[in-house]
């Protein structure tokens, strides 16, 4: 599935800046889909390209990128979830993450939500949920933790809670993921 990324560059106000930026841009192997003055965008079917990247590529030429507010909020969230749902994070009793991003942002949850929906082209939920389901596959497949460790590290409310939501979003068990770590370490024991 390709992605939509914009850019907000500083410093282009020609056309022939928005010319060299998509040259300097495609010798990085990153193809614009629209130039205009000061943004950029691209369709990728890979994850965010390297802002850094692009950054050092456009510093020489009087460039620099400007990051918009809502994509840094938005950006800020993402990181949120990646730290919350780790597998490391200590939840409180009675925890919620639209109370954790209140109280992070000082904004309402349902401007975050909004924002976050807007630019990501999925709700804030569904996001969670896919990146949870996501992290229940990597422990279940890189290490031995038990299905009730995991449901207990990632904050779901049960075991059947956890097993019930990976089914209907993969289709498929828990028990067929610990079978491909089951594989995998038969096959490095085998060589």
């Known amino acids: 599935m390709q992605q939509e990324f914009r850019f907000f560059i500083k410093g282009m106000v020609c056309h022939r800046c928005t010319t060299v930026i998509s040259r300097t841009l495609g010798q990085l192997g990153i193809t614009p889909v629209k130039a205009t003055l000061g943004e950029v965008t691209i369709l990728t079917t890979d994850s965010e390209p390297d802002q850094a990247v692009i950054e050092k590529a456009l510093q020489?030429?009087?460039?620099?990128?400007?990051?918009?507010?809502?994509?840094?909020?938005?950006?800020?969230?993402?990181?949120?979830?990646?730290?919350?749902?780790?597998?490391?994070?200590?939840?409180?009793?009675?925890?919620?993450?639209?109370?954790?991003?209140?109280?992070?942002?000082h904004r309402e949850y349902d401007t975050l939500s909004s924002l976050f929906a807007l630019l990501e082209q999925q709700t804030l939920e569904r996001y969670i949920i896919n990146y949870r389901i996501e992290k229940v596959k990597e422990l279940l497949v890189y290490t031995g933790t038990s299905i009730s460790d995991i449901a207990f590290r990632l904050n779901y409310s049960s075991v059947a809670h956890l097993s019930r939501q990976f089914k209907q979003h993969t289709g498929l068990t828990l028990s067929h993921f610990r079978d491909i770590r089951k594989e995998r370490t038969d096959v490095v024991v085998a060589s």
């Open 60 to 105: 020489p030429l009087g460039f620099s990128l400007l990051e918009d507010r809502k994509v840094k909020i938005v950006k800020e969230i993402r990181s949120l979830v990646q730290q919350v749902y780790s597998g490391a994070y200590d939840f409180p009793d009675n925890f919620r993450f639209s109370d954790l991003l209140v109280k992070q942002f």
